[in-house]
Structure formats: structure tokens, C-alpha cells
């Protein structure tokens, strides 16, 4: 029987019950939307255990999720879709990239 994987819970709910205070800054101000975006989206919020999300984007127009918490599955995961030539984004503590492997071709001059 295979095993269940398991559930990571997302805090939508959590952001939608947030009382204001939470989107104000150290003066009581509301954030202007740059400041928040960086704040709440910029880096991703994820559980201390995930390493990455891997959202890759379907040709169907359909996003799968991938979700790792060891670095050498996601980076197998990585080279799986850049060479495949699919779209995905990666997402990390640290940053949001949406990665589009498009080879670039240009002539070299020095080739």
C-alpha cells in the first residue's frame, strides 16, 4: 500500500483573519503596498521543516506542486523540468523565481 503524503497546511485563512494591526508598521501607519507585498510575498512563509516549493506550470495550463525538504531531491527535481523544458517557479525562504528554460541563442564569437 503506498504511503499517504503528508498534509502542509497553507495560512491563507490565517492572512484573511489577521487583525489590522498586523498590516501596519512600528508607527501605527497602514504599509504602502510595495512594503507589504515585500513583507507577506516576498519571501515565502513556509513551515521550518520545507527546504523549497517547486510550483511547476502545466502545458494544460494546470500548476503542480512540489514540495521538498531535501536539497539533492529538489535540485534532481530542477534538472528534471529544465531539461523537459517546462516552466516552473521555485520558491524559497529567501525569494520567489519563476523559471522559464528558454536556451538563449546568440553567436559566439570567440567559438
Known amino acids: 500500500m503506498p504511503k499517504k503524503k503528508p498534509y502542509f497546511k497553507n495560512y491563507i485563512d490565517d492572512l484573511r483573519n489577521a487583525p489590522d494591526e498586523a498590516f ?23 513551515p521550518p521543516g520545507i527546504l523549497c516549493m517547486i510550483r511547476e ?20 527535481k530542477i534538472k528534471q523540468l529544465w531539461l523537459a523544458g517546462h516552466e516552473y517557479t521555485l520558491i524559497d525562504q529567501d525569494h520567489c523565481e519563476h523559471i522559464d528554460p528558454i536556451a538563449i541563442q546568440y553567436d559566439d564569437p570567440l567559438a
Open 57 to 76: 506550470h502545466k502545458a494544460n495550463g494546470k500548476i503542480k506542486e512540489h514540495i521538498y525538504q531535501r536539497r539533492h531531491a529538489a535540485n534532481k
Open 24 to 46: 501596519r508598521d512600528v508607527d501605527g501607519d497602514l504599509l504602502p503596498f510595495d512594503e507589504f507585498m515585500a513583507m507577506k510575498f516576498g519571501g515565502a512563509l513556509l
